[in-house]
């Protein structure tokens, strides 16, 4: 059973309860008796007064915004039209082929979603600070979790800073600007202020978070800190025009030297069906299939026959796949250097992942893909006879083969490898129970070792830290550092973790051959750079004179 997990989706649960009315009156009667001079007395009740400020991240791990952005805008994933299923009047196509607009809904979405999280974050703080204020709640006690919220909200700044750069800044939850201003009307000027109010806010708070990550799973904790001000840091000179190399590897030396988190002895423990004992994962979104739903990696991905395959209550909706580029930098050319079109696999295992195993090659990485012949869990072959063009030849026998034809109307439904990542549950609905992880210590040691890099392309530790990376997932070594492996190494270690985007374009203009974000790739010509962060939402902006639209749109 996941203790972690289920009390920390109950807390959650709780909390969305008590503040579904989101009174800010705190002498207003309540016929429950929970009123703050009888409620904020005690480390639990004020732990299950913040879920809300945390219900916002039940957004990252499905199919909607953050991943729409941060995944289907780059070459990792496509979500190909097959007949009806997903053309969306060519929204996926839009993304994926970086051609949206600022109509495009998966822009308001991302926007709402964390401005959302920063409310609720300002309005709990003022809740807080005014039962301290009435006498009701110990300052003391208080301050800890006040700053919790300050980090949470500074971490839901920090992805909008990424998306969209310019943004208000709100702080205040009764006093708030009904049409609140950008911080500057020059886009440049004003993401470097969101940028410094982002550091300030994590660095002002660190001292007074929890040292305890296992005491505080799936919440702000001093790591969860040190981990965004050092994708802060290393992101800088995208956001800021100045590289803080030094200052990204302050924090990440601090989360290592802490002893805290280690390598887990197997890559796919970290995204097991109960992955909560995990010693890698720094921080996650504690899903349950019942306390709190909102995993559904199988449905998004997964065909409708493989219904049959892991007995799902409801029927997968046959979209988001791998691209064919993000699968074979997975598999070592000199071992299987198979033609484009190539149908890798075998069998599926009837083990909880339900993960293949490619033949003719070692990197275990592969087992974040499903490639090839389709059974059902009693061994016989899944049959599909849709047919949308000639080029679904593979049926009527469900084979998924790593190749795509078109990312329109005629994709053929058993093209792309599909999503494997993430365990699958035997017999589970809509749901899945797998914990989402959003900052994991693979990702530390990876940017250390960029860190380094950047300031000696020669480190030796740069170099062995990669290395210990590549050893866990059973590759051979490198023997030397450059961009491009260091960008791969990137995407094959942190496939479907939303750090793609960020990457991509954080080494554009580093020497290479790999692909940067606004290169061409199958189905994508080359786009411009300004799309390298998102439009202010056409929503928002009618509905707030005040913003001012990012430059390019």
Not at 159 to 164: C, K, P, S
Not at 227 to 251: C, F, H, I, P
Not at 265 to 278: E, I, L, M
Not at 434 to 455: G, P, Q, S
């Amino acid at each position: 059973m996941k203790t972690r997990t289920i009390l920390s989706s109950l807390v959650l649960a709780v909390a969305l309860l008590f503040y579904s009315v989101g009174c800010t009156d705190l002498t207003d009667t309540v016929d429950s008796q929970v009123t703050a001079e009888t409620f904020f007395q005690n480390d639990q009740q004020f732990i299950s007064a913040m879920g809300d400020a945390y219900s916002r991240l039940t957004a990252l791990g499905g199919g909607g915004s953050p991943a729409q952005f941060n995944e289907a805008t780059t070459d990792e994933i496509i979500v190909p039209a097959r007949g009806q299923d997903w053309s969306e009047g060519g929204f996926w196509y839009r993304v994926n082929s970086h051609t949206w607009t600022d109509a495009d809904g998966t822009f308001n979405g991302f926007w709402q979603t964390y401005f959302s999280g920063i409310n609720n974050a300002n309005r709990l703080i003022f809740q807080f600070e005014s039962a301290v204020e009435s006498g009701a709640a110990d300052q003391a006690l208080a301050a800890t979790f006040i700053s919790e919220l300050v980090a949470m909200r500074a971490f839901y700044y920090f992805w909008l800073l990424d998306a969209f750069g310019n943004v208000p800044i709100v702080t205040s939850f009764v006093d708030a600007e009904e049409k609140p201003s950008q911080p500057s009307s020059d886009f440049a000027e004003g993401r470097r202020m969101v940028f410094q109010f982002v550091e300030k806010e994590l660095l002002d708070n660190l001292g007074n978070l929890s040292s305890d990550p296992r005491g505080t799973y799936g919440r702000m904790n001093q790591y969860v800190a040190r981990m965004t001000l050092a994708k802060l840091y290393m992101n800088a000179e995208v956001y800021t025009g100045t590289g803080r190399w030094s200052d990204a590897l302050t924090q990440l030396n601090e989360i290592i030297n802490s002893g805290q988190y280690s390598l887990a002895a197997n890559y796919h423990d970290n995204f097991a069906v109960q992955n909560d004992g995990s010693p890698e994962n720094i921080f996650v979104v504690p899903y349950d299939k019942v306390f709190l739903t909102g995993l559904n990696l199988h449905q998004m991905t997964l065909h409708y026959g493989s219904q049959n395959t892991y007995n799902f209550q409801f029927q997968p909706w046959n979209g988001w796949s791998a691209t064919q580029k993000m699968y074979e930098s997975v598999i070592d050319p000199m071992q299987n250097p198979g033609p484009q079109g190539e149908v890798w696999g075998s069998q599926p295992t009837s083990d909880d992942a339900g993960l293949e195993r490619v033949m003719g090659t070692l990197d275990d990485r592969l087992g974040n893909f499903l490639v090839g012949p389709q059974y059902t869990s009693g061994g016989e072959r899944i049959t599909d006879s849709g047919i949308y063009s000639d080029f679904d030849l593979n049926g009527p026998p469900l084979t998924f083969t790593p190749a795509m034809n078109d990312l329109q109307a005629v994709a053929c439904r058993q093209c792309g490898a599909r999503i494997g990542k993430y365990a699958f549950e035997n017999g589970i609905g809509s749901s899945g129970s797998n914990d989402f992880v959003i900052y994991r210590y693979a990702d530390v040691l990876l940017l250390k070792a960029e860190a380094l890099w950047r300031m000696n392309a020669g480190s030796a530790e740069a170099l062995a830290l990669v290395n210990q990376i590549r050893m866990r997932s059973g590759v051979d070594p490198f023997m030397s550092l450059d961009a491009d492996k260091l960008i791969g190494e990137r995407g094959r270690e942190l496939f479907w973790e939303q750090t793609r985007r960020q990457d991509l374009i954080r080494f554009a203009g580093v020497e290479g051959g790999e692909t940067r974000y606004n290169d061409p790739w199958q189905f994508k010509p080359i786009s411009q750079s300004w799309r390298n962060v998102a439009p202010i939402p056409r929503n928002q902006l009618e509905a707030n004179s005040n913003l001012v639209q990012n430059p390019g749109y």
